[in-house]
């Protein structure tokens, strides 16, 4: 009773402390029936980890045996979801103007399976857009206002397609 007491509290704050950094699970799913027959992963290799830094998600590489000689193309999309108010200059500094964009970064590799069928995924990384980025682009529509950000909501989506299929064998969000 003890232990299990114990496990509850532990993961009880864990999720108090994810919940008061913003920090979310990523949701990873792996389905080899998209891949071809006998796909699995390495041995000693496993599923990506996705992780998010600052503006920046990096995803760790793998190995998959079993693909024959079907390539694929592994995909990581950041996506940052900026809101914010423009302000009058005036003396009580009105906000005038709300705005809202979402700004994608794609990085994308072909990748080709070797002569043993075995598939090299390296490590993927793509840089999101950081608030000082986005101010440094974003112009409100009257030049004399000035924009401030309330939010920069990062999210990501990890895919890993093989050639002759149209969904993914491994898909990671966050």
Not at 33 to 54: I, L, Q
Not at 127 to 135: C, M
Not at 141 to 158: A, G, I, Q
């Amino acid at each position: 009773m003890k232990l299990s007491l114990r496990r509850a509290l532990i993961l009880f704050a864990a999720m108090l402390f994810a919940l008061a950094t913003g920090m979310t699970a990523a949701q990873a799913v792996t389905n080899f029936n998209n891949a071809p027959n006998g796909a699995h992963y390495a041995k000693g290799s496993a599923e990506p980890v996705c992780t998010v830094t600052d503006a920046t998600v990096s995803c760790t590489g793998t190995a998959i045996e079993g693909v024959g000689n079907t390539n694929a193309t592994v995909t990581l999309a950041v996506t940052n979801t900026i809101s914010g108010v423009c302000h009058n200059p005036g003396t009580n500094s009105k906000i005038v103007e709300p705005f809202s964009r979402s700004v994608t970064a794609n990085t994308s590799t072909n990748l080709t399976s070797t002569k043993n069928g075995r598939l090299l995924v390296p490590a993927q990384t793509t840089q999101g857009k950081s608030t000082a980025d986005f101010l440094a682009t974003f112009k409100c529509p009257n030049p004399n206002w000035t924009p401030e950000v309330t939010s920069n909501v990062l999210s990501f989506t990890y895919t890993l397609v093989f050639a002759g299929f149209t969904q993914p064998a491994i898909r990671i969000t966050g």
